[in-house]
């Protein structure tokens, strides 16, 4: 009979004492697993707010917090100041929200650099029509809109435009953009590469050109 050695359960180690508080509204996927990875790497507990209803919970004191741009984050700003922690403030639409408050340090992505790099992008590949598709009155991606129309020129291409109307009140949004959209694209030389400023956006866009019938990214390649 074989001896059978008493082994001990695992232990877990213990994290250390720093929590960081995330208030981030909609996150995007790739942002929120940097953030983790780092928090995760330095042994930091953390807590969002997505799941406690927005509010700070009881008998939690965070040290350091990282808030985006959502409009009711002003009166969280001033418990988390009151409380001496520290602020970061995260995204482009941040800037509206923390930009005026002093000694918050803002992390913001380069809208003008993106502009550029999409141009090249599409004309290394060959694609002499350039599109940007955007909503009057302007989103917070205006620079990103205005270098990738001049890398465009820069380069000798041709850039289209298309500005979606926000807020309208017709019922039919859906199809009322259809029709923009499909007025628009098919007065445009294939293929095109269009720069959308966000993911949903671009989502958006590979779907109306299923419903135009064109092929992605064949006759529409969108970025």
């Known amino acids: 009979m074989r001896d059978v050695k008493e082994?001990?359960?695992?232990?877990?180690?213990?994290?250390?004492?720093?929590?960081?508080?995330?208030?981030?509204?909609?996150?995007?996927?790739?942002?929120?697993?940097?953030?983790?990875d780092v928090i995760h790497e330095l042994e930091w507990s953390v807590i969002d707010l997505r799941y406690y209803g927005g509010e700070i919970p009881p008998r939690i004191a965070p040290e350091a917090a990282i808030v985006d741009s959502f409009p009711g984050h002003g009166k969280l700003i001033?418990?988390?100041?009151?409380?001496?922690?520290?602020?970061?403030?995260?995204?482009?639409?941040?800037?509206?929200?923390?930009?005026?408050?002093?000694?918050?340090?803002?992390?913001?992505?380069?809208?003008?650099a993106t502009g550029r790099l999409a141009a090249g992008h599409f004309v290394e590949r060959g694609f002499k029509n350039l599109a940007y598709i955007g909503h009057d009155p302007w989103a917070g991606a205006r620079p990103m809109y205005r270098?990738?129309?001049?890398?465009?020129?820069?380069?000798?291409?041709?850039?289209?435009?298309?500005?979606?109307?926000?807020?309208s009140k017709s019922r039919n949004v859906r199809q009322v953009r259809q029709r923009q959209f499909e007025n628009w694209i098919h007065g445009i030389t294939k293929p095109v590469?269009?720069?959308?400023?966000?993911?949903?956006?671009?989502?958006?866009?590979?779907?109306?050109?299923?419903?135009?019938?064109?092929?992605?990214?064949?006759?529409?390649?969108?970025?």
């Open 78 to 112: 001033q418990k988390l100041q009151d409380a001496n922690c520290a602020i970061v403030g995260i995204g482009v639409g941040a800037v509206g929200v923390l930009g005026d408050i002093p000694g918050i340090p803002m992390v913001m992505e380069d809208q003008e």
């Open 147 to 167: 270098s990738f129309e001049q890398r465009t020129q820069e380069l000798g291409q041709n850039f289209h435009l298309l500005r979606f109307k926000t807020g």
């Open 7 to 36: 082994t001990k359960p695992p232990t877990l180690k213990k994290r250390r004492d720093t929590t960081v508080l995330l208030s981030l509204t909609n996150p995007d996927e790739a942002l929120m697993h940097g953030i983790l």
């Open 193 to 223: 590469g269009i720069l959308a400023y966000h993911d949903t956006m671009a989502g958006t866009l590979c779907a109306m050109c299923r419903i135009a019938g064109l092929s992605v990214p064949e006759e529409v390649a969108i970025l």
